[in-house]
């Protein structure tokens, strides 16, 4: 959503061309009627970083859907993105076919894939990446998480129900745990 300087007009969706998905045009629709019934009621606006008045999604956790077969879906920032932005980087990856006893009960022979991206220095999620059969549900739940900025450590009591494809996410917390003294990458 973007807004002249003195506040009357708003562009939102295709038009600002800030992120083109459906979604996230809804979001910004969102943001500005928040930011437009306020400025009626004489209320000061809060455009700080996650404010109400703010669009903050739009760069830091627009979420993404490839409806194709598989399933592609992302949301955050890819590795390559967050080393370029400068963060201490550790990748997470993890086999949804063989490491997730809920795949296995999804579809016979279920191939798919997850990638987690975290800040190295702080413990929390700067992306995710599925890649599988029905992988568009698992991802509301990693927009959370990006957006949030959970920490890793906050995340491994967020229960996944067994046996669901969501199992994924102890999957790689469980992988993370196991790798991070060794992969992390500056």
Not at 108 to 116: I, K, P, T
Request: aromatic share 8%; glycine share 10%; charged share 20%.
């Amino acid at each position: 959503m973007r807004g002249v300087d003195d506040g009357w007009l708003y562009a939102l969706g295709d038009v600002n061309r800030h992120a083109l998905l459906t979604h996230q045009g809804k979001y910004q629709a969102r943001i500005a009627g928040a930011a437009i019934g306020a400025r009626a009621a004489g209320q000061l606006l809060d455009t700080s970083a996650w404010g109400a008045h703010a669009t903050t999604a739009d760069s830091r956790a627009v979420p993404q859907v490839f409806f194709c077969d598989p399933e592609a879906v992302a949301v955050g920032l890819s590795a390559e993105q967050a080393e370029q932005s400068g963060y201490g980087v550790q990748v997470v990856d993890v086999d949804l076919g063989q490491a997730v006893a809920g795949a296995k009960l999804y579809a016979d022979g279920y191939r798919g894939w997850a990638r987690m991206v975290v800040d190295a220095d702080h413990g929390t999620l700067l992306g995710m990446t599925f890649v599988g059969p029905g992988v568009s549900e698992l991802l509301h739940s990693a927009t959370v998480a990006v957006a949030g900025q959970v920490p890793i450590d906050r995340l491994w009591h967020a229960v996944p129900c067994f046996p669901t494809i969501s199992e994924v996410w102890l999957r790689l917390l469980e992988t993370y745990r196991d790798t991070s003294t060794t992969t992390s990458r500056r």
